[in-house]
């Protein structure tokens, strides 16, 4: 049972336009939420991040919007940039007696189009 | 800078081989974690440690083990590998601190089992 969701696996946008990957979750429990980029034959790397009691948090071009009751959020890149092409995972963090587990989405594969 | 290394980049190995896969970390961090990543499944948990000797079961425990003897070093096991564990394995840690959830991955290893 797919916790975290990611149901586009690919997305095509014009360099300078807005690229928006989404993310959908099920369960309530999840006290943060993050977004990695991977290129190929690399280690995913963070991004961002946002914790569970917010409904948005920005870093340059980069913004992530959570939306509690839809359990949905979402990572808007504006402009889009070539380099930014890669698969980008969103995770979801559970915290049970003290430890973490990460749950990580199938990922979304941008192509940013020059 | 936080590092994460992993022993061995390219793997081929034969069916019931015993398969050591290696990490370290530098930062001292208490978590580490084992996942996979394969075509349209994005990252799954094999296996996560918070602590030295300690382990807890992923999502995808079966056919591997784990040893945590140092807190920097993090190993997974394939006791007699199998075909269907041909995958991209990534090793990550992170502290268990607020404000610092964010996980670190290492380059990946690509194990090929023939």
């Known amino acids: 049972d797919q916790q975290v969701k990611q149901n586009s696996p690919s997305l095509s946008v014009q360099e300078g336009r807005i690229s928006i990957l989404n993310c959908d979750y099920t369960?309530?429990?999840?006290?943060?939420f993050l977004w990695y980029k991977k290129y190929p034959a690399e280690g995913p790397t963070f991004l961002i991040s946002i914790s569970s009691i917010k409904d948005k948090n920005e870093d340059g071009r980069f913004t992530v919007f959570l939306n509690k009751s839809a359990k949905h959020l979402s990572l808007h890149i504006v402009p889009s940039q070539p380099g930014d092409s890669a698969v980008y995972f969103c995770a979801a963090r559970l915290t049970t007696s003290g430890t973490y587990k990460y749950i990580f989405g199938t990922g979304t594969r941008l192509k940013v189009l020059a | 800078d936080v590092k994460v290394t992993q022993s061995s980049r390219y793997l081929v190995k034969r069916t019931g081989e015993k398969v050591f896969l290696e990490c370290v970390q530098d930062?001292?961090?208490?978590?580490m974690f084992w996942y996979r990543q394969d075509p349209g499944l994005g990252l799954r948990l094999i296996y996560f440690s918070y602590d030295v000797k300690m382990k807890e079961k992923g999502d995808i425990p079966e056919g591997y083990s784990v040893s945590r003897e140092k807190k920097e070093r993090f190993s997974l096991i394939l006791e007699s590998a199998s075909t269907n564990q041909t995958s991209m394995y990534l090793c990550a840690s992170s502290l268990s601190r607020r404000g610092k959830e964010t996980q670190y991955f290492g380059p990946g290893t690509r194990l090929l089992v023939l």
């Open positions: 369960n309530s429990m999840f006290d943060y």
């Open positions: 930062m001292d961090h208490e978590n």
